[in-house]
């Protein structure tokens, strides 16, 4: 159990007394404006990051939710109690209508390693009640009980599986892409995206991610814990490397079009001003620390890459193995390196997007180009430089397969002489749909590295100390169907100084 303070947590709420201190500014001349909910990220030892997005009308076509084009107020609170009888900071944050009248407010100052809540008010409305951690002190290792989840798909399902995360109650949340989709509405889904057509727009992205964000379970998810946020390829398109298209539909300049959803990513996410794009243009990939326990390192796989090998897909391809191919980008690799060989933290998280270890589809040595077996000289330099540092508590967290796996992480996957990694991946919140318990994907004779493989939707749940990582891969059996109980459908053990996966 955490050492971290628990307590009971109501989403969607405000906690009784002490309701009335914030006093409205504005005349209540608009609708309810906190349909999105409220959501916090970025954890420091000294504070994180409180959001917010004022959209009384969230699908409105134009993007701006409803809001007059009028600066607007905003006051907050951040308390360490859940009634909000000790307030700890209280400000205003004045939104705007080029941001979407989002906020997103930065707390510096507090307390190392405690709970607090938070909370919104204008024109006379107030929101729901957020719980949120800061970061433990470095030279402190206390533990920590994590979950990681990517791919929810709007269309193809209930996130049933935010709902159980929440219910987790864990100190972090990491999210490792495909947040939204943006493809176009069909008739044959669970539930229909809002707009119908595939997104392009400012406008579009934005009441896209609205639409995300009026789900509960969502918002559950977002309200009980502090998040970590990456992103893969459908926050924008399909497939998409660099300022390269995976197709040309819709019609258009890319550039803009990464530009509008960039820019929306930023107003939607708990992230902190230097991560705020300009134009096309996003820093994403950044360190943070966990006292002394661990160190993310949270990586960015499609802004900077080369495009896809030999046409993208699985095949066999010798130019998927130059070694000037990079997934990272050059100034991304290097920062990361050099962060491994900081050693800053017992256990290094790598918060990254594609399949990581390699992974042959076929006899014939078919492989992912869009995954880092299309990049294997950037992937081989990463690993060595763990390797030769000598890290040994080194774990790749991974999304975008919608699947769960595990697998060793080898200094040769050839002869696969000597483990030096694991890696975890987490399947899908709904993409894919409800899956198939009694698929068997998994070809030891092909990849014995490779130990575990399921087909069903959830999140992977880890809780760390530092002498191991207890991993439960978690899945609730339906997406078509809302609220399934999840439950435990694998386990394993990562210590820190033996890497790969152990049993439980």
């Not at 459908?234 to 497939?239: G, L, T």
């Not at 960015?300 to 990272?328: F, H, I, N």
């Not at 999304?399 to 890696?423: F, P």
Request: proline fraction near 5%; hydrophobic fraction near 35%; include cysteine.
């Amino acid at each position: 159990m955490s050492t971290l303070r628990r307590r009971t947590f109501i989403v969607g709420g405000l906690a009784g007394a002490g309701a009335g201190v914030l006093l409205p500014k504005l005349a209540n001349a608009i609708g309810y404006p906190f349909t999105l909910g409220v959501a916090s990220g970025e954890p420091a030892a000294d504070g994180f990051v409180i959001w917010t997005r004022l959209a009384p009308n969230p699908l409105n076509a134009d993007g701006l939710g409803g809001m007059p084009n009028t600066n607007t107020a905003v006051e907050w609170q951040v308390a360490t109690d859940e009634r909000f009888t000790n307030i700890a900071r209280t400000g205003t944050f004045t939104t705007t209508q080029a941001s979407a009248h989002s906020v997103h407010v930065t707390l510096t100052g507090l307390e190392p390693g405690r709970e607090y809540w938070y909370r919104f008010r204008t024109g006379g409305h107030i929101s729901p009640v957020g719980r949120t951690l800061t970061a433990p002190a470095v030279g402190t290792s206390p533990e920590l009980t994590m979950l990681f989840a990517s791919c929810a798909h709007y269309e193809e399902g209930y996130f049933t599986a935010y709902r159980r995360m929440a219910q987790e109650h864990p100190d972090l949340i990491l999210h490792l892409g495909d947040y939204i989709y943006e493809g176009a509405a069909t008739t044959t889904k669970v539930r229909e995206f809002a707009p119908a057509a595939e997104i392009s727009t400012i406008a579009n992205y934005r009441v896209r991610h609205a639409q995300y964000k009026t789900d509960p379970d969502l918002q559950a998810a977002h309200a009980t814990a502090p998040w970590l946020v990456v992103w893969d390829d459908h926050e924008v398109e399909n497939n998409y490397a660099n300022l390269v298209r995976n197709d040309t539909n819709p019609a258009g300049d890319f550039k803009a079009r990464r530009a509008a959803a960039y820019k929306a990513y930023y107003e939607h996410m708990p992230l902190r001003s230097a991560q705020a794009p300009s134009a096309e243009k996003m820093l994403l990939h950044r360190r943070i620390r966990w006292g002394s326990l661990a160190t993310f390192h949270m990586l960015d796989t499609r802004q900077y890459r080369d495009d896809q090998a030999c046409g993208d897909g699985t095949k066999v391809c010798p130019e998927a193995d130059a070694a000037s191919r990079t997934l990272t980008g050059t100034s991304q690799e290097t920062w990361l390196i050099d962060g491994l060989r900081q050693k800053l933290g017992t256990w290094d998280f790598l918060g990254q997007q594609v399949f990581f270890a390699q992974r042959l589809a076929n006899a014939d040595g078919a492989k992912s180009m869009d995954a880092w077996d299309g990049y294997t000289a950037n992937r081989t330099r990463i690993q060595n430089a763990w390797d030769t540092n000598g890290n040994k508590g080194t774990v790749v967290l991974t999304g975008d397969v919608h699947r769960s796996w595990a697998a060793n992480l080898m200094q040769n996957y050839g002869t696969q002489n000597r483990i030096i990694g694991t890696e975890l991946v987490t399947t899908s919140v709904t993409s894919g749909g409800d899956g198939n318990a009694a698929d068997n994907s998994l070809n030891p004779t092909l990849n014995p590295h490779v130990k575990y493989f399921k087909n069903l939707r959830g999140f992977v749940k880890t809780h760390t100390t530092p002498t191991e990582m207890r991993v439960d891969f978690r899945a609730v059996d339906k997406v078509t169907v809302r609220d399934y109980p999840v439950k435990t459908v694998g386990s394993y053990v990562v210590e820190a100084n033996n890497p790969g996966l152990q049993a439980p």
